[in-house]
């Protein structure tokens, strides 16, 4: 079972480049790759979230979004399933700061509840405030983002859950506050590799909106409780593709039987 998280960078304004053609590319990519749970970020574009559902659900996903209602700004989150999904919540995380871009994108947390073969699996895709040195600590208004969104978690914590999304926290896992808040959730965040996720290498980076001068890992997906499904993880790491397609680059967990044969 691959789940794979994505930044697709749809923002509705005149620096994002060549958003119809990326767009339809990345669904391409991920219909060709057969991903089973995706989870994707800033998808904020009205017309666009239409576009790929279709395409999505021509290729056999379930679409948690329309399921919802496709004409909510829902965070601009998406979150596509192979397998069935048995329900869908967002949870909007309320303004923490002053910021026009944060206000409109309305960020939260989007909450489906999937039914696998091994079965059920709660993902919650999520997208953070973004990291900032004009804002005081930002890092302090993303722990309590997280707060709330365990809060709203809090009457059913057994359920087997991935988390995944950007995250907009370099090393989050070697912050003191992320780490200390995801183990005392029981969340644990395979690091085989402290890739990044927000290369400055990458030319949709390397603009004068988004420019930085050092490579950054936003993007992580975190598990609980996937033992009680008989998996474990497989393999866990950024996907650098031929082609940048966002300014954030995909990041793919693969689960398998615990038992050591593959999932399917």
Known sequence: MEIITYNIWDLPVFFVRNRDKRLLDIAQFLTDRKTDIICLQESWSLKHRELFSKHMRSN??????????IRRNNGGL???SKFPIKSVRFIP???WAFSVSEIIGNKGVLETVIETPKGLL???NIHLHYESS???KTSQIRIRQLRKMFAALKNDESIPTIIAGDFNQHDMMRSAPFAQLFSRKGFVCIEESLLPTYRAENPLVNNWINRVAESRRYDYILAKNINKLGLKVKSYTPLYLPTDLSDHDPVSLTLQDSGSRLFW
Request: hydrophobic residues 45%.
């Open 122 to 124: 709660r993902v919650l």
């Open 78 to 80: 998406l979150t596509f």
């Open 60 to 69: 056999g996903y379930h679409d948690a979004i329309y399921q919802a209602d």
């Open 134 to 136: 004009k804002v005081f």
């Open 93 to 95: 995380f309320g303004r």
